[in-house]
């Protein structure tokens, strides 16, 4: 049996201080020293998803494409510029009801 409060304990005092590619690689640090059944023993422990530590795994094993190992997210991922969709919304009239 796999103890969940040293893992818990552990990501509680780092979580603030983690992005979300660092997130994915301690997660899955934890889970390959913890053994069999140590990916649903950190899920358990941290909240984090067994697909996001799964996609951990494979970039510690550098399964993942090395030129995404710079990113923190697929591409597509993260906010929509500010000006997307609002290109000449100055220059229409008011609405007229």
């Known amino acids: 049996m796999i103890d ?5 304990e552990r990501f509680m ?3 603030p201080h983690l992005g979300e590619r660092a997130r994915r690689l301690f997660a899955a ?5 913890a ?5 649903v023993a950190v ?4 909240g984090i998803a067994v ?11 550098g399964l993942s494409d090395p030129a995404e190992a710079k ?9 929509e510029d500010l000006g997307f ?5 100055a220059e229409r009239p008011p609405f007229a009801g």
Do not use: D, Q
């Open 71 to 79: 990113r923190v997210r697929r591409p597509g991922g993260g906010e």
């Open 43 to 46: 899920s358990r422990a941290t």
């Open 4 to 8: 969940l409060s040293p893992i818990g």
């Open 29 to 33: 640090a934890e889970a390959l020293s």
């Open 13 to 15: 005092s780092l979580s």
């Open 51 to 61: 697909s996001t530590i799964g996609r951990g795994l494979n970039e510690l094993k």
């Open 85 to 89: 969709g609002l290109a000449g919304l």
């Open 35 to 39: 053994g069999y059944g140590g990916i």
